[in-house]
């Protein structure tokens, strides 16, 4: 069964920490994506990325960078987490024609 | 850019009357977009509802049905008789028809269904 895995489900930082979001799909999608979802608003695109090695900013990509090591794999880091990130992150799979299956969602509490 | 417009932030039904959630979007290539409606149960993750990539074509799925009205922009979400377990964010969705796949989303709308 298609399935895009997240990890953690919830995690609490500290401010100015890093932050690694994982993500593994088993779908042998070639693209792959990271949203971030405010209360109230709608999903919004940080990075996303073509395959393994590749990554292109989003709509919103300050503060954080990607990484795309295998085609399963795509992960989100912040590395000096700040208040503002506090969010819920979905990863997402998809390829040309499809649409994206997404993740259960990770929810992240800077403090 | 690409846009997308859901007017009503809740809305409350009871059950079994009918419903309709309002999308209009706003693309920026010469194509016409790919048009989506995913759903956020309580506790769960983002789930595709239902997709339309022709203009002009009804989607349908879980008794919900909406039409890619190309003169409108518009892709409203209906349903005849909703029901309580139909509680949920629901958001409205497009992509341009290019390699990325990259959705633009509205801001959701919280569907609550009294009993």
């Known amino acids: 069964e298609a399935a895009v895995t997240q990890s953690p489900r919830n995690k609490v930082a500290v401010t100015g920490g890093k932050v690694t979001l994982s993500c593994n799909q088993t779908n042998n999608h070639n693209n792959m994506y990271w949203y971030r979802q405010d209360t109230g608003h709608g999903l919004r695109l940080i990075h996303y990325s073509y395959g393994a090695g590749s990554t292109e900013k989003g709509d919103i990509p300050d503060g954080y960078k990607a990484s795309r090591p295998s085609q399963e794999n795509f992960s989100l880091i912040l590395e000096l987490a700040t208040p503002s990130q506090t969010s819920v992150y979905f990863c997402?799979?998809?390829?040309?024609?499809?649409?994206?299956?997404f993740g259960e969602g990770t929810r992240l509490s800077v403090l | 850019g690409d846009s997308v417009t859901q007017t009503e932030g809740q809305v409350t039904v009871s059950e079994s009357k009918s419903l309709i959630i309002n999308c209009t979007y706003s693309?920026?290539?010469?194509?016409?977009?790919?048009l989506f409606w995913y759903v956020r149960y309580p506790g769960e993750g983002l789930q595709l509802l239902l997709k339309v990539i022709t203009a002009g074509q009804k989607g349908s799925s879980r008794g919900f049905e909406a039409t890619y009205n190309k003169e409108a922009t518009s892709f409203h979400l209906q349903k005849a008789s909703v029901q309580e377990s139909d509680s949920a964010v629901y958001y409205c969705?497009?992509?341009?028809?290019?390699?990325?796949?990259?959705?633009?989303f509205g801001d959701g709308t919280v569907l609550t269904v009294k009993p």
């Open positions: 969705a497009l992509s341009e028809n290019t390699n990325t796949g990259k959705l633009t």
């Open positions: 693309a920026t290539s010469i194509g016409y977009p790919n």
């Open positions: 997402a799979s998809g390829d040309v024609g499809q649409a994206p299956l």
